[in-house]
């Protein structure tokens, strides 16, 4: 058997793990924070943080090893897949890009306003929008996805 089924595989896992996980946050976690639960929330948003980046080293690495298997880079050219497969890579860029924002910049910002004592609404908000666009972008990317695969 080939690695490509398995890397595959792992690459469809991952996006799930990712995606998946910032639904539930988007969904379940930050409308719980909003009636007063801030200080669990903030704390399973730090504890997830090594799942969450896990999944996206893997998704990016597996993607990779998936560009390889398209085949000569005339056929990929000759496809269009290139382009899209190009536009798929500048969204994850991005959505890699705010997920960082939010995870290293946003949560601590949450945290932080939670221990002085501050008001967390601020970054409750950051991290909720920053998760709707990446959200957006993922749905966009899975298209993207499901294009290549198509060609």
């Known amino acids: 058997m080939t690695p490509a089924l398995p890397i595959l595989w792992l690459h469809l896992l991952s996006a799930v793990v990712w995606v998946g996980g910032l639904a539930y946050q988007t969904h379940v976690l930050l409308p719980?924070?909003?009636?007063g639960g801030q200080a669990p929330v903030a704390d399973m948003l730090r504890r997830g943080r090594p799942l969450t980046w896990t999944?996206?080293?893997?998704?990016?690495?597996?993607?990779?090893?998936?560009?390889?298997?398209?085949g000569p880079l005339e056929r990929v050219l000759e496809s269009g897949a290139a382009l899209t497969l190009a536009l798929k890579f500048m969204l994850v860029l991005g959505a890699v890009a705010i997920a960082g924002q939010r995870d290293f910049?946003?949560?601590?910002?949450?945290?932080?306003?939670?221990?002085?004592?501050?008001?967390?609404r601020p970054a409750l908000s950051a991290i909720a929008w920053m998760d709707r666009i990446v959200l957006l972008l993922a749905a966009v990317i899975v298209f993207l996805g499901l294009a290549i695969s198509r060609r």
Do not use: C, I
């Open 55 to 70: 999944a996206v080293a893997l998704v990016v690495l597996t993607g990779f090893y998936s560009v390889t298997r398209l």
């Open 105 to 120: 910049a946003q949560v601590p910002r949450l945290t932080r306003a939670l221990a002085d004592g501050d008001d967390p």
């Open 32 to 35: 719980a924070a909003r009636r």
